[in-house]
C-alpha cells in the first residue's frame, strides 16, 4: 500500500464560544478560541491517500485530481467565517475537530481512485487534529516549548568511552537545549465542546507534569529522576511519558514528541501492553 499526501492552505475566521457558560467557563474549554467575536487562522491541510500502484502509470492517484477534489472542498472556506457556515457546523461552535470530521464526509465520497488515509488539519504550529474516519480514534496534538541543561554522561562507561560516544555533549559542565514536545491524546469527541478534550485540562497537564518540572532546569543536577540515569532525549521522552500518561484515561495518551532540536526527534508510545 502506497500513501499520498497534497496539502492545501485556506483562512478562516471562527469563534468558539458556548452562551450557556460563562468567560472563564469558555476560556478552559476552547483557550484562546473563545475569545471575542472572532479571530482567524492560516488553516493547514494535509489530506493521505492510500492506494495501490497501477502497473501501466506507476502511479497510484493524480495528484492533481486530488488537488481539484481538495479545492473543491475547501475553497468555499477561504476567506470565511466559519461560524456564518451552517451546513458545516448546524449552530455547533467550529472546533478544528468537527472541521476536520466534516471535510472527511465530504471528501471520501468524491474520492474513487484511492481511498482516504487520513486527514490533518492544524489550525497553529501549536495545535492540530488527525481524523482518519474512525469516531473513537481523533488524535488532538498540542506543542509546548521548554529549556534545559544536560549532559551526556553514563555512569556505567568510563571518561573515555563518554567522550567518544557523546562528544561535545559529554561537555563536563553541560549545554542547553529549546526543547519542544508534542503531546497527542486520542479519543472521542464530547458532544458538549466539540472537542476531544478540554484545551484548559490539557494544557494545566502539561505545564503542571512536564514544563514547570523541568524548564529551565540542569536535568542532571536538578532532577532526582535522572541522578542514575543519563539524560539523553530517549530517557528524557520516556520520563515525560511516564508522568504524563497516568492522567490520561479518556482521551489516552498516544504519542510524545521531543524535539531536541529542529533536526532531532524522538517518538514514544508507550510499551506495547
Ligand atoms: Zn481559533
Ligand atoms: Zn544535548
Not at 472521542?188 to 523541568?214: E, F, S
Not at 508522568?243 to 489516552?252: A, D
Request: charged share 25%; glycine share 6%; aromatic share 8%.
Amino acid at each position: 500500500m502506497m500513501f499520498l499526501t497534497r496539502k492545501i492552505i485556506f483562512s478562516a475566521a471562527h469563534v468558539c464560544r458556548n452562551p450557556d457558560w460563562s468567560d472563564d467557563q469558555n476560556r478552559y474549554v476552547y483557550g484562546h478560541c473563545a475569545v471575542g467575536t472572532g479571530h482567524g487562522h492560516d488553516y493547514i491541510c494535509e489530506a493521505t491517500v492510500k492506494g495501490s500502484i497501477n502497473s501501466s502509470t506507476g502511479i497510484v492517484v493524480n495528484l492533481v485530481d486530488v488537488k481539484q477534489l481538495l479545492r473543491t472542498v475547501i475553497t468555499p472556506l477561504d476567506m470565511t467565517h466559519l461560524n456564518d457556515n451552517g451546513d458545516l457546523f448546524q449552530g455547533q461552535e467550529p472546533t478544528t475537530e468537527r472541521l476536520t470530521r466534516a471535510l472527511w464526509h465530504r471528501l471520501v465520497p468524491m474520492l474513487t481512485q484511492c481511498e482516504l488515509a487520513r486527514l490533518n488539519i492544524y489550525e497553529s504550529r501549536t495545535r492540530s487534529i488527525e481524523y482518519i474516519g474512525d469516531d473513537t480514534m481523533i488524535y488532538v496534538t498540542r506543542r509546548v516549548e521548554f529549556n534545559a541543561a544536560h549532559r551526556l554522561h553514563s555512569q556505567v562507561m568510563s571518561d573515555e568511552e563518554n567522550a567518544r560516544i557523546f562528544g561535545k555533549c559529554n561537555n563536563p559542565n553541560g549545554h542547553g537545549h529549546n526543547y519542544e514536545l508534542e503531546v497527542t491524546v486520542c479519543g472521542t469527541l464530547d458532544k458538549r465542546t466539540g472537542m476531544v478534550i478540554d484545551m484548559g485540562l490539557l494544557d494545566d497537564l502539561i505545564q503542571r507534569t512536564v514544563v514547570d518540572r523541568y524548564d529551565h532546569k540542569n536535568l542532571n543536577m536538578d532532577l532526582e529522576e535522572f541522578r542514575e540515569v543519563n539524560p539523553t532525549s530517549e530517557e528524557f521522552a520516556r520520563v515525560i511519558w511516564n508522568r504524563l500518561s497516568p492522567h490520561f484515561t479518556q482521551p489516552k495518551l498516544y504519542k510524545i514528541r521531543l524535539f531536541e532540536t529542529s533536526n532531532n526527534s524522538f517518538e514514544y508510545y508507550g510499551e506495547q501492553e
